[in-house]
């Protein structure tokens, strides 16, 4: 039988839709086609399926019928080539007495039409947001999914989640009065468990185009696993409340902790993204082309950024897509705030300065809400098109770099061992203050930095304490008359501490110490650049020029010390959220009033009229003061300027 062969679209504007006839479970798939214009007034009736491809390897084939109508004569069907994913899905989806008229992707574009894929592509947010339901397919009945996908649906009827400040709240008539304190496990047992950790495994969840798929998808998507179903918004819901609920020891405890990790932005995820923020929160999902690692997520993206990304175009190579991308992000923002998702990769693609978002992230442990520039804004130049000039502050030389250990994110006993093996052995100086340590081990994620504040982190006291004890020769275990009280502050402070796995902590010059990605090494430079929110690992080069290796953390630098001095001692910096913006800002507390204002009490200190910058702030909380360079040096902050490349 010959390879179906696909008919040309009439137009930008119309979009092939597959319908799958009806048949019983052994039957052949036939689906057959048709193309409908795709226009805002005019939208068919159709579904979509979110699903992961699988292998390509030795594909079956399905039929395809060329007929006007249903036909089961041979002579008018074809065959098109598919992954076995595909067939176990499309035997579930088919109904067994009438047509089913779906999107999906592998079979309704032309996948070896680059043309026609480009601008198709550049449509898949709007086919699945206009679908009458989305389908996310994870696959077949195993591992006791129909227990998991039946318990996840039990556990979200109870409960509402809030996901700008994930939270849990009790719905009228939860019989569980703990359900609401992310403390108290919830009332399942271990096989429980391993039921849902098994869900939360599925490949599904890997892939980055699912994103998009299930994010625009309407209320009345489902998560279809072999015979179960269950509505997205529930799932969700469930899911989320097991991933932030204390859970018991199980089989797969240390599985779950990574797992829960890894999917918190996926299913926590509350708003559109930002395009600065892509590679912390998708960086690690698979796709098959590393141009989709932009081209599945512009969807996602508030509407002013989408220009940032040009018409998805497969015949170019993904660095020269992704360092167009980073030029018009620095043009539009008039910004170099993106070079805090810098980070080196063994083999470089790109100019250093242009993020690789080929490559999964390591970031997320050290890049939190930083201000390390306060409020000021970038200052850069660009004298050759691989080439990004920018105005910093040196202030230190790595001179070690210390392998953080594997550590479990449950057993607070154990991590608190392997991090005493690790911190003993330091040559600490008098720079190196208990503070000092604790904060920089906490990268300043205390329960009171936050507001609202974060429960499940540490107080600043409480680490303080944990890092006296992991730098002295107290024997927890034999402390009885506080062994409780010990036990309960190491279990809020190693976890996260467990973060860091396979990051650095750096001494340098003057004292420094941070927490840096395993790329940093003796000799790289800590930099402080204008416009940027964490401090800089910058590599010396040839001819003067430096590679970005990527962001740190440095106690002393993380507040805009570097261009404006410290603070007052009744001064402070939280992050805050603000009503009507998304995500987190920097606010300034006074300890004494409890008052908190946005506008940096330093920056009256600059010979500058700061009445626009006020008007804008009170627009955003996120505006940025646009200072000289030279009003800075004549200050006495010893700027100078970086070739990166």
Sequence with gaps: MALYRYNELPGEDYIRLATIHPGNVDDDIVISFHTTPFLHDECPDYEALSYVWGSEENPPSILVDESEGASTNPTQRAKVLVTQN?????????????????????????????????????????????????TAWLGPEENDSSHAMDLINDIASGIEFNYRNYTIHA????????????????PINQRDLCSIYHIMAREWFNRLWVRQEIYLANSEAIVLCGPRHVKWTIFRRGIACVM???????????????????????ILYSSSTRFMLLRLAFGSSHCRDPRDRLYAIMALLPEYERKIIATPDYTKPYPEIYMDAMRRYIEYYNSVDMLDACELPELAACPSWVPDLSVPSTLREIVGTNYACSQLASW???????VLRVNGVFKSKIEQCHQFPQMSYIDGIIGYRKLRQMLL??????????????????????????????????????????VDIVLSNMNINEDAENKDFLSTIINKFIPLISELSGMQLIQGTDGCMGIASKSARPGDE???????????LLRPHADGEFLVIGPCFVVGLMYGEAFLGPFSENTRVISTQVEGFSGYF?????NTSGEVVFEDPRLKWLPLDLADFRRNLQKHPGARLTVDPEILRERGVALREYNLV
């Design 86 to 134: 595909l067939v176990v899905a499309l035997r579930h989806l088919r109904y067994v007495d009438k047509m089913r008229v779906i999107w999906i992707d592998a079979l309704c574009i032309d996948q070896e039409n680059r043309i026609e894929k480009g601008p198709y592509i550049a449509m898949m947010g709007a086919i699945f947001r206009r679908a009458s339901r989305v």
């Design 171 to 186: 719905t009228e008539g939860c019989t569980d009065p703990t359900v609401t304190d992310v403390n108290v496990p919830l």
């Design 244 to 266: 932030l609920k204390a859970r018991i020891r199980f089989q797969y405890s240390n599985e779950m902790v990574a797992r829960t990790q890894y999917l918190m932005g996926f």
């Design 380 to 386: 850069y130049q660009q004298p050759r098109p691989e």
């Design 425 to 466: 052995p330091l040559r600490l100086g008098r720079h190196h203050t208990i503070e000092t340590i604790a904060r920089t081990l906490a990268r300043d994620m205390f329960v009171d930095h936050w507001d609202p504040p974060r429960e499940t982190w540490p107080t600043f006291d409480d680490s303080e304490q944990v």
């Design 526 to 536: 800590v930099h402080v650049v204008l416009g940027c929110d964490s401090p800089l």
């Design 586 to 590: 920097g606010g300034y507390k006074d």
